[in-house]
């Protein structure tokens, strides 16, 4: 989205390097039709099948005549506008030679679409003329009763008028687009040709002028800087400050309108101010005529700043009237010898009294007054182009810009830029333009307006309550808890969670899908519980079900990992410093060789525990590593270090066998291998759908650990409360994540359809799906013989799955980047739930980090996308469970645009709001994007991002 803005010479883009920046972005393949066309606006809207207002392009002729006006160089169109006319079905007439000036030949033309012919026939078969200096009484002859679009100055020109009417032309002034009408600033061509004058004026000032307009200071002498003085700070005013700014002058400003002495500040200029109060701001944005009183002022002001300035530039003017005189001779008098006067409105009489129009003329005090009135022309490539943009722009806005229908031309009064420039119509005159109505005065309301009470006691309520609510509920789990055992898992659990929600806060939104990735790869720990299950296996099931757990958590692990590398290596320039992080895997094997040879010995037995604590600040310490993108890969190097210890202090504790440790090996291997294979094949593009369904795997290895241990009780009738309830919730909570993942990954990889389930009983249907589950693990919780307390653990299973996949399934596809957040911490609980039933102070400590942190970046999602979180949990709950009406129409106008409009677009704006979607990072195009905002930024252009967490954020600049 680009808002645009009048063109602000303060805030010029260097033209090239933005277009450099997009064939980057373009290169980068970041559009989804041709490189080169990027889509502003979408619509869906169907045409009515009615006839269409106006006469369509094809049956149209436009002509451009040579410009005849002494010393004119520019010409009314280009050979890219002309394509622009050829292209939707214009036949363009150009007289022969009329763009020699301007450095555009008849080839050109001709190459562009255009027919070149003589003078005659432009005008006498032409349907509509472009035109840039008003026409001549013989050449509005021949027009008869066409039309013309040029610079007309109707105000000056009444002749001119009278004869458009009477020959029942119809004409349209490039001088009379209303400035105030944001979307005509694309047609105002005072303003593109008032800047390329003041430029030019300042350039010819310093041709003139016998010093650099930089100060320097060399070893022969000292140059001091030249003294600017600018007279009106319009479009020409602030191009002449900040060209004299990047000469290095030191520039002042001074102009009738109080308004204008932000701009001149924002470039560096100093601002003049006249000692008597009265605003000169006119109607439309211009001047208006002051009084006496303030004349007296000002010229003491100016008096006294000529004697100090080197350089006077004017270009104050009142639309249709005689150029105020700034200046007077005795002014110019003071002045230095060797100063320069460039006098912009020397062909409306002059602001500077010894101007003389189109000549230099040097005083007896060796002041040189120059009072050319053909700046522009003396850019003439430039000039034309820019007029011819504005012109043939406004030509293909009549008619499609009301009516939106294609390609026709059609003169509507209520399009505001066409009713403000349509000077005679048919012979009748349309000048001026009738003011707009008033706006309707708001119905005024009588009723009292109540003051706001503000309740400054509530949130300190609030904040009570919910500390009365936390001391409370940490107190009941003292008062319930049956052993010294649970009292520290609960104490590790609570301290877990608290780091886990602190650690997520401070990691960058940009990082978000690296940490989603890193989480459910360290999720992947639930292989510790497979691996304690199969050291204590007493039948063929368990054996299975512990190496089901075992292999799925590798497989996430190794994959998990992989995928997080490929996110963050989105991130990496081809130009950025080398990288050494495998140096880091000295330490790691050093920490590995310690401990086995510690644990092996037999004679520190508190080693294990020592390890496994060290596996968990190290899983801490990769989740803590995504706050910035300069410790993001430490941070995964970090994790990886943490579950591979986790693994060996696991075995160390356990000392299996030799046989079930070459189980376990195998088993390991087998699992990694299989997440390599599918980690290296992962496309970029398919990043976040393999995050969801690695979290699959997680849930089922929860699930087949629990029942597996379960069933591996000596007698489950025995179980205490807590180790049923862990059982249970590792279950349910496992199976919910993997049938939710599947969902997940469905839709995001595009297997299913995108729109939400809309059962008219969605809410009904998962109630009923939950209190099953409930009911199931009552039947658990009563401590069943193995047989019974197996059935209600399947039956858990079943409903808590078909749950996560039916709660998953009702909601939409645009919102499964946070149910991706949801069941990966999910996951972290089921692994919690784990840690409790194995009495595994790891697990419990990683699950809840996990599960925590999970937790608060569902909720940061949830915020930045206006999302209730609880709604997502319960699967759309509170929500409509089917659309019911029409669907919503978008209406709007589809348009195109080539990377060089683009630019123009991006040089002519004063905000831009970029929205970069995941495909832009999959392409590496944010790094040229990033040159591309720093260019406009320096030109000081405001840049704004509008990141949807939708796209996982990870194309964040």
Same mark, same amino acid.
């Not at 308004?259 to 101010?273: D, Y």
């Given at each position: 989205?680009?808002r645009?803005?009048?063109?602000n010479?303060?805030?010029?883009?260097?033209?090239?390097g933005?277009?450099?920046?997009?064939? /980057?972005?373009?290169?980068?393949?970041?559009?989804?039709?041709?490189?080169?066309?990027?889509?502003r606006?979408?619509s869906?809207?169907k045409?009515?099948?009615v006839?269409p207002?106006g006469?369509?392009y094809?049956?149209?002729?436009?002509?451009?005549?040579k410009?005849?006006?002494?010393?004119?160089?520019?010409?009314?169109?280009?050979?890219?506008s002309?394509?622009?006319?050829?292209?939707?079905?214009?036949?363009?007439?150009i007289?022969?030679?009329?763009?020699s000036? &301007?450095y555009?030949?008849d080839?050109? #033309?001709?190459?562009?679409?255009?027919?070149?012919?003589?003078?005659? +026939?432009?005008?006498?078969?032409?349907?509509?003329?472009?035109?840039?200096?008003?026409?001549?009484?013989?050449e509005?002859t021949?027009?008869?009763?066409?039309t013309?679009?040029?610079?007309?100055?109707?105000?000056?020109?009444p002749?001119?008028?009278?004869?458009?009417?009477?020959q029942?032309?119809?004409?349209?002034?490039?001088?009379?687009i209303?400035?105030?009408?944001?979307?005509?600033?694309?047609?105002d061509?005072?303003?593109?040709?008032a800047? =390329?004058t003041?430029?030019?004026a300042?350039?010819?000032?310093?041709?003139?002028f016998?010093?650099?307009f930089?100060g320097?200071?060399?070893?022969a002498g000292?140059?001091?800087?030249a003294?600017?003085l600018? @007279?009106?700070?319009?479009?020409?005013?602030?191009?002449?400050?900040?060209?004299?700014?990047?000469?290095?002058a030191?520039?002042?400003?001074?102009?009738?309108?109080p308004?204008?002495?932000?701009?001149?500040?924002?470039?560096?200029?100093?601002?003049?101010?006249v000692?008597?109060?009265?605003?000169?701001?006119?109607?439309?944005?211009?001047?208006?005529?002051?009084?006496?009183?303030w004349?007296?002022?000002a010229?003491?002001m100016?008096g006294?700043q000529?004697?100090?300035?080197?350089?006077v530039i004017?270009?104050a003017? =009142?639309?249709?009237?005689?150029a105020?005189?700034?200046?007077?001779?005795?002014m110019?008098?003071?002045?230095?010898?060797?100063?320069?006067?460039?006098?912009?409105?020397a062909?409306?009489?002059g602001?500077?009294?010894?101007?003389?129009?189109?000549?230099?003329f040097i005083?007896?005090?060796?002041?040189t /007054?120059?009072g050319?009135?053909?700046l522009a022309s003396?850019?003439?490539?430039?000039?034309?182009s820019?007029y011819?943009?504005n012109?043939?722009k406004?030509?293909l806005?009549?008619?499609?810009?009301?009516?939106?229908?294609?390609?026709?031309?059609?003169i509507?009064?209520e399009?505001?830029?066409v009713?403000?420039m349509?000077?005679?119509?048919?012979?009748?005159?349309?000048?001026p333009?009738?003011m707009?109505?008033?706006?309707?005065?708001?119905?005024?309301?009588?009723k009292?307006?109540?003051?706001e009470?503000?309740?400054?006691?509530?949130p300190?309520?609030?904040?009570?309550?919910?500390?009365?609510?936390?001391?409370g509920?940490?107190?009941?789990?003292?008062?319930?808890?049956?052993?010294?055992?649970?009292?520290?898992?609960?104490t590790?659990f609570?301290?877990?969670?608290?780091?886990?929600?602190q650690?997520?806060?401070?990691v960058?939104h940009a990082?978000?899908?690296p940490?989603m990735?890193?989480?459910?790869?360290?999720?992947?720990?639930?292989?510790?519980?497979?691996?304690h299950?199969l050291?204590?296996s007493n039948?063929?099931?368990v054996?299975?079900?512990?190496a089901?757990?075992?292999?799925?958590?590798?497989?996430?692990?190794?994959?998990?990992?992989? @995928?997080?590398?490929?996110?963050l290596d989105?991130?990496k320039?081809p130009?950025?410093?080398?990288?050494?992080?495998?140096? #880091?895997?000295?330490?790691?094997a050093?920490?590995?060789?310690?401990?086995?040879?510690?644990?092996?010995?037999?004679?520190?037995?508190?080693i294990d525990?020592?390890?496994?604590t060290?596996?968990g600040?190290?899983? =801490?310490?990769g989740?803590a590593?995504?706050?910035? +993108?300069?410790t993001?890969?430490?941070?995964?190097?970090?994790?990886?270090a943490?579950?591979?210890?986790g693994?060996?202090?696991?075995?160390?504790?356990?000392?299996?066998d030799?046989?079930?440790t070459?189980?376990?090996?195998?088993?390991?291997?087998?699992?990694?291998?299989?997440?390599?294979?599918?980690?290296?094949?992962?496309?970029p593009?398919?990043l976040?759908?393999t995050?969801?369904?690695f979290?699959?795997l997680v849930?089922?290895?929860? &699930?087949?650990a629990?029942?597996?241990?379960?069933?591996?009780?000596?007698?489950?009738?025995?179980l205490?409360?807590?180790?049923?309830?862990?059982?249970y919730?590792?279950?349910?909570?496992?199976?919910?994540t993997c049938?939710?993942?599947?969902?997940?990954?469905?839709?995001?990889?595009?297997r299913?359809?995108?729109?939400?389930?809309?059962?008219?009983a969605?809410?009904?249907?998962?109630?009923?799906?939950?209190?099953?589950?409930?009911g199931?693990?009552?039947?658990?919780m009563g401590?069943?013989?193995?047989?019974?307390g197996l059935a209600?653990?399947?039956?858990?299973?079943?409903?808590?799955?078909?749950?996560?996949?039916?709660?998953?399934?009702?909601?939409?596809?645009?919102?499964?980047?946070?149910?991706?957040?949801?069941?990966n911490?999910?996951?972290?609980?089921?692994? /919690?739930?784990e840690?409790?039933?194995?009495?595994?102070?790891?697990?419990?400590?990683v699950?809840a980090l996990i599960g925590?942190?999970?937790?608060?970046?569902?909720?940061?999602m949830?915020?930045?996308m206006?999302?209730?979180i609880?709604?997502v949990?319960?699967?759309?709950?509170?929500?409509?469970? &089917?659309?019911?009406?029409?669907?919503?129409?978008?209406?709007?106008?589809?348009?195109?645009?080539s990377?060089?409009?683009?630019?123009?677009?991006l040089?002519?704006?004063?905000?831009?709001?970029?929205?970069?979607?995941?495909?832009l990072?999959?392409?590496?195009?944010?790094y040229?994007?990033?040159?591309?905002v720093?260019?406009?930024?320096?030109?000081?252009?405001k840049?704004?991002?509008? =990141?949807h967490p939708?796209?996982l954020?990870?194309?964040?600049?």
């Open positions: 989205m680009i645009l803005a009048s063109l010479t303060a805030s010029t883009v260097t033209k090239s933005l277009r450099t920046s997009l064939l /980057c972005l373009s290169r980068s393949r970041l559009t989804s039709t041709s490189s080169s066309l990027a889509t606006s979408f869906s809207k045409e009515e099948d006839k207002k006469i369509p094809n049956k149209l002729t436009v002509g451009v005549p410009e005849r006006f002494p010393l004119e160089k520019r010409v009314a169109a280009t050979p890219e002309v394509s622009k006319l050829v292209k939707p079905g214009f036949n363009v007439l007289e022969k030679g009329a763009g000036s &301007s555009f030949s080839a050109d #033309y001709e190459s562009a679409g255009a027919k070149i012919v003589e003078a005659d +026939q432009v005008w006498k078969e032409s349907d509509i003329v472009m035109k840039l200096r008003p026409p001549t009484k013989e509005l021949q027009l008869d009763n066409r013309i679009i040029s610079f007309l100055y109707p105000a000056q020109n002749d001119l008028l009278q004869q458009l009417q009477d029942k032309s119809t004409a349209f002034s490039m001088d009379c209303p400035r105030t009408l944001s979307r005509g600033q694309t047609y061509a005072l303003s593109s040709q800047n =390329i003041g430029y030019r300042v350039v010819e000032a310093s041709n003139e016998g010093r650099f930089a320097q200071m060399t070893a000292k140059v001091p800087p003294k600017v600018v @007279v009106g700070t319009g479009v020409a005013g602030l191009a002449a400050i900040q060209t004299a700014k990047n000469m290095g030191i520039v002042r400003a001074f102009d009738v309108r308004v204008t002495k932000e701009q001149v500040e924002a470039m560096g200029g100093q601002f003049l101010e000692d008597y109060q009265e605003d000169g701001s006119g109607a439309g944005g211009y001047a208006k005529e002051m009084s006496k009183e004349h007296a002022a010229a003491k100016l006294k000529c004697e100090e300035v080197d350089i004017t270009t003017a =009142i639309p249709g009237r005689k105020p005189l700034m200046i007077t001779k005795a110019v008098d003071k002045m230095k010898s060797g100063s320069v006067t460039v006098d912009l409105a062909e409306s009489g602001n500077i009294e010894t101007t003389v129009k189109d000549e230099k005083t007896d005090n060796g002041v /007054c120059l050319y009135t053909d003396r850019l003439p490539t430039t000039s034309s820019l011819s943009n012109i043939s406004f030509l806005s009549m008619g499609p810009q009301t009516t939106k229908v294609k390609d026709y031309f059609y509507d009064h399009d505001d830029a009713r403000g349509l000077t005679v119509e048919n012979g009748k005159l349309m000048w333009a009738p707009p109505p008033p706006p309707v005065a708001a119905k005024k309301d009588d009292p307006v109540e003051p009470v503000i309740d400054y006691r509530a300190y309520v609030q904040g009570a309550k919910q500390a009365s609510y936390l001391a509920s940490v107190l009941t789990v003292g008062c319930i808890s049956p052993d010294p055992a649970f009292s520290a898992m609960f590790t609570a301290l877990s969670n608290i780091i886990g929600v650690v997520v806060l401070g960058t990082l978000h899908s940490l990735a890193v989480t459910n790869a360290i999720s992947g720990t639930t292989a510790l519980g497979g691996i299950l050291a204590h039948s063929a099931g054996t299975a079900l512990a089901a757990a075992t292999t799925l958590s590798t497989v996430n692990i190794v994959g998990g990992f992989i @995928v997080t590398k490929k996110m989105m991130f320039r130009t950025d410093p080398p990288e050494y992080y495998h140096l #880091y895997g000295i330490p790691a050093g920490t590995m060789a310690f401990y086995t040879a510690g644990t092996m010995s037999g004679h520190v037995p508190e525990s020592a390890a496994a060290l596996s600040l190290l899983c =801490i310490g989740i590593g995504l706050s910035s +993108q300069s993001a890969r430490l941070g995964a190097a970090s994790g990886q943490g579950v591979a210890l693994v060996a202090s696991t075995l160390g504790h356990l000392h299996p030799l046989g079930t070459a189980k376990i090996a195998t088993l390991m291997g087998i699992g990694g291998l299989a997440g390599k294979y599918i980690g290296d094949r992962v496309e593009t398919s976040p759908q995050v969801a369904a979290h699959s849930g089922v290895a929860a &699930s087949a629990a029942i597996g241990d379960f069933a591996n009780a000596p007698s489950p009738a025995d205490d409360k807590v180790h049923l309830a862990s059982v919730l590792a279950t349910v909570i496992g199976s919910v049938t939710g993942s599947l969902v997940a990954f469905g839709k995001l990889d595009g299913m359809g995108s729109a939400p389930m809309q059962h008219p969605r809410d009904q249907i998962n109630m009923g799906l939950g209190a099953a589950t409930l199931a693990g009552a039947v658990v401590g069943p013989e193995v047989g019974t209600a653990l399947g039956g858990a299973l079943t409903t808590s799955g078909a749950l996560g996949w039916h709660m998953t399934a009702s909601i939409g596809g645009a919102d499964m980047p946070v149910v991706i957040t949801v069941l911490s999910y996951s972290g609980w089921a692994l /919690c739930a840690g409790f039933m194995l009495d595994m102070p790891i697990l419990t400590t699950g925590c942190s999970g937790a608060a970046l569902t909720k940061i949830c915020d930045a206006n999302r209730d609880l709604s949990i319960l699967g759309g709950y509170g929500t409509k469970s &089917s659309g019911k009406g029409e669907a919503m129409t978008f209406e709007g106008e589809v348009t195109q645009t990377i060089d409009e683009t630019c123009s677009l040089m002519e704006s004063e905000s831009v709001i970029i929205v970069p979607g995941y495909g990072a999959v392409a590496k195009g944010q040229p994007l990033k040159e591309m720093d260019v406009l930024r320096s030109a000081g252009k840049v704004r991002f509008g =990141i939708g796209e954020t990870i194309a964040a600049v």
